[in-house]
């Protein structure tokens, strides 16, 4: 099945992505897991160790990355060749998301297959991201239209990193990623385990809010690692909401050191 409607536009789709080195589709089978968190601030960790970072939001029915990453509100622009522009963040570090293009932002985006399809093959092909060391894709919740569309054009060799949270609740949802990922031959990086646990601010006592075991058991199952566990902190919502990372504010709590180890453990399981 071809995606294009022409030679010339499928051209156009490879010479774009073509200049992507790492192309990273973020999942998670449970929403509320903080995949959108743990994407905007692995962005930041990695634009600030030099890389050329994109993000781009496919999350169409709740797009929080624009609040997240501080570009809310801010309005795109276009290259004299019709392409869009993806907003600047920081040095090194663009993003694009439904939410920058959305003119009210209290809006339902309702949307079948077919218009997300389009709105992603948009988002690859009409976005001059320019040359990047990592599109970090910042997917909604499940295995449905948008992830599956991401698989569908951007093939093998796409890398996939899986965010949960402890509970089996959770775990249950995520093993249907991990198998998505398996189905459609993306590489899994790993694991983050976010919320992983709390860490008293007073004594430094740790506690597991959540249950352990079934983590450790689904990384058994499917032959996979895990790459980070980022401990439960006020301030990761807090600066989230007013569009600050919380990696940059926070860097010295154990959750700003946790993102931290996370970065380079992910640089290390890329080959960066």
């Not at 939410?99 to 932002?105: C, P, R």
């Not at 218009?115 to 990592?134: C, H, N, P, R, T």
């Not at 709390?198 to 249950?211: A, K, L, N, Q, V």
Request: hydrophobic share 40%.
């Amino acid at each position: 099945m071809s995606f294009f409607a022409t030679p010339e536009e499928k051209e156009k789709f490879e010479n774009n992505v073509a200049q992507i080195k790492h192309r990273v589709a973020i999942l998670s089978g449970k929403g509320g897991v903080g995949k959108s968190s743990v994407t905007a601030n692995l962005a930041f960790f990695l634009a600030m160790q030099g890389k050329k970072v994109g993000v781009m939001d496919v999350d169409f029915h709740g797009p929080s990355i624009p609040t997240l990453m501080g570009v809310k509100g801010q309005k795109l622009e276009m290259t004299e060749d019709g392409k869009m522009l993806p907003i600047r963040v920081a040095e090194n570090l663009h993003v694009m998301s439904l939410g920058l293009i959305l003119e009210n932002q209290d809006s339902a985006v309702i949307w079948r297959g077919p218009m997300k399809l389009s709105a992603v093959k948009q988002f690859l092909s009409d976005v001059e991201w320019g040359e990047l060391d990592y599109l970090l894709i910042d997917n909604p919740p499940g295995t449905g239209d948008e992830p599956l569309t991401v698989a569908q054009f951007l093939g093998q060799g796409t890398e996939a990193l899986i965010v949960t949270t402890p509970q089996n609740v959770a775990l249950d949802d995520v093993r249907k990623s991990l198998s998505f990922c398996k189905q459609l031959q993306f590489e899994t990086l790993g694991v983050v385990v976010n919320m992983s646990h709390f860490i008293c601010p007073h004594c430094g006592e740790r506690t597991d809010i959540f249950p352990r075991g079934g983590v450790d058991s689904m990384i058994a199952d499917f032959n996979t690692v895990i790459l980070g566990e980022i401990p439960m902190e006020k301030a990761v919502s807090e600066t989230g909401d007013k569009g600050k990372f919380f990696l940059h504010e926070y860097g010295s709590t154990p959750a700003g050191k946790a993102f931290d180890a996370l970065g380079y453990t992910f640089l290390k399981v890329t080959g960066e």
